[in-house]
């Protein structure tokens, strides 16, 4: 009968301590008969801010580190080995075509030889400065961005990505270094092609127009176009050609891997063919939106030369249709396509997404972080 009467008194003791402890609500999680209210609050925790929980861990705040600096480094080994093509492309892209007149930059080779005797190396090297001081935040937070994502969809590693999910992970992470660089990328544009031989570098009486530089020609573009908006001119179809340009070459240079990488195969020259080939694809299934966020951005040019002004990213599509049909769209994709996929007689030049793709990778491993590409 004692013990019978002892289970009442603690039945009814619980209540009568509750309101001396309100207070922590770490006491309750430790309770072992409140596994209700213990799921509740992890619930709440995986609620909470996404960057300071990160950055509280010690271990995820060192990931973030070595992703971001292997981000930053890829980007800008990437960019350098291939900025005359770069250029060239730009330059392709946006150099005014009328009947009865040659381009400027017909080819390759001859565009890069005219680029060469009239303005040498700095010629080639032009705009890469801010290519470069726009390419490492950008590509550092592509890397993070989708590493972080990757982890959050397999629930931290514990399942595994199928390809769509890998598609969405990389166009979110397109998207958010697209808006943390644009202004960079619009003003290295504008730079690209001031100085070239399009016409858009002479006054009128002939005599050269004076370059500017990065802080210049940003100063300029604010100035003369509307503030931060002028900044951000041509951002909707950069980010609409980015998103799955991204998406695709993630998801492409990941399955590549499964298939060209095993295990007991994972060579430079395998892996720097991986990225070749992912790059291919995805600039060319997505290229026509890269020449559309050109045209954009060099719309706010006050010269005649550069041709039609476009009302709209729509209007600028239809235009280059009825203009020049379906090849414009494609304008300039010969040397990017090179920018890809370079082999310079015996001395094998790793190809822009290649060369993206292994020293990320390479410069993980050195800081001690293991590759999670499969």
């Known amino acids: 009968m004692a013990s019978v009467q002892a289970q009442p008194r603690l039945s009814h003791s619980p209540p009568s301590q509750a309101p001396l402890i309100p207070s922590p609500p770490l006491a309750s999680t430790?309770?072992?008969?409140?596994?209700?209210?213990?799921?509740?609050?992890?619930?709440?925790?995986?609620?909470?801010?996404?960057?300071?929980?990160?950055?509280?861990?010690?271990?995820?705040?060192?990931?973030?580190?070595?992703?971001?600096?292997a981000g930053g480094c890829a980007g800008a080994a990437?960019?350098?080995?291939?900025?005359?093509?770069?250029?060239?492309?730009?330059?392709?892209q946006v150099q005014p075509r009328q009947a009865g007149r040659a381009v400027a930059y017909s080819g390759v080779w001859a565009g890069l030889v005219k680029m060469w005797?009239?303005?040498g190396f700095r010629g080639f090297m032009r705009g890469n400065g801010v290519n470069c001081v726009r390419i490492?935040?950008?590509?550092?937070?592509?890397?993070?961005?989708?590493?972080q994502l990757k982890k959050w969809f397999s629930s931290n590693g514990q399942k595994k990505l199928d390809t769509p999910t890998r598609l969405c992970a990389g166009a979110l992470a397109g998207i958010c270094s697209v808006v943390t660089t644009y202004p960079l990328d619009l003003v290295r544009s504008r730079l690209s092609i001031a100085s070239a031989s399009l016409s858009t570098s002479f006054n009128p009486d002939g005599s050269a127009k004076k370059i500017p530089g990065i802080w210049g020609m940003t100063a300029k573009v604010y100035a003369e176009e509307g503030g931060v908006r002028g900044l951000y001119k041509g951002i909707v179809p950069t980010a609409v050609g980015v998103a799955p340009?991204?998406?695709?070459?993630?998801?492409?240079?990941?399955?590549?891997?499964?298939?060209?990488?095993?295990?007991d195969k994972q060579t430079t020259l395998r892996k720097l063919l991986c990225g070749a080939l992912a790059g291919t694809i995805s600039q060319t299934c997505t290229y026509p939106l890269d020449v559309l966020r050109r045209k954009m951005q060099?719309?706010?040019?006050?010269?005649?030369?550069?041709?039609?002004?476009?009302?709209?990213?729509?209007?600028?599509?239809?235009?280059?249709?009825?203009?020049?049909?379906?090849?414009?769209?494609?304008?300039?994709?010969w040397p990017?396509?090179?920018?890809?996929?370079?082999?310079?007689d015996e001395v094998k030049v790793a190809p822009s997404i290649?060369?993206?793709?292994?020293?990320?990778?390479?410069?993980?491993?050195?800081?001690?972080?293991?590759s999670t590409f499969n």
């Open 245 to 263: 340009y991204v998406g695709i070459n993630f998801a492409a240079y990941e399955l590549l891997r499964g298939i060209i990488t095993p295990p």
């Open 117 to 119: 005797r009239e303005e």
């Open 336 to 344: 990017n396509l090179r920018a890809v996929y370079i082999l310079c």
């Open 78 to 92: 990437s960019r350098t080995v291939v900025s005359p093509l770069e250029r060239l492309k730009i330059l392709q």
């Open 298 to 333: 060099v719309n706010g040019m006050k010269d005649p030369v550069l041709g039609v002004r476009y009302s709209s990213a729509t209007g600028a599509v239809i235009t280059i249709l009825k203009t020049e049909g379906i090849q414009g769209m494609y304008r300039g994709l």
């Open 30 to 69: 430790s309770q072992p008969t409140s596994a209700p209210a213990l799921a509740q609050q992890v619930q709440e925790l995986q609620k909470a801010p996404v960057a300071q929980t990160l950055w509280n861990d010690a271990k995820r705040r060192q990931e973030l580190i070595v992703y971001f600096a």
């Open 354 to 370: 290649a060369t993206s793709f292994f020293v990320y990778e390479s410069v993980k491993e050195f800081l001690g972080q293991k």
């Open 136 to 147: 490492v935040p950008y590509s550092a937070v592509q890397f993070t961005s989708y590493e």
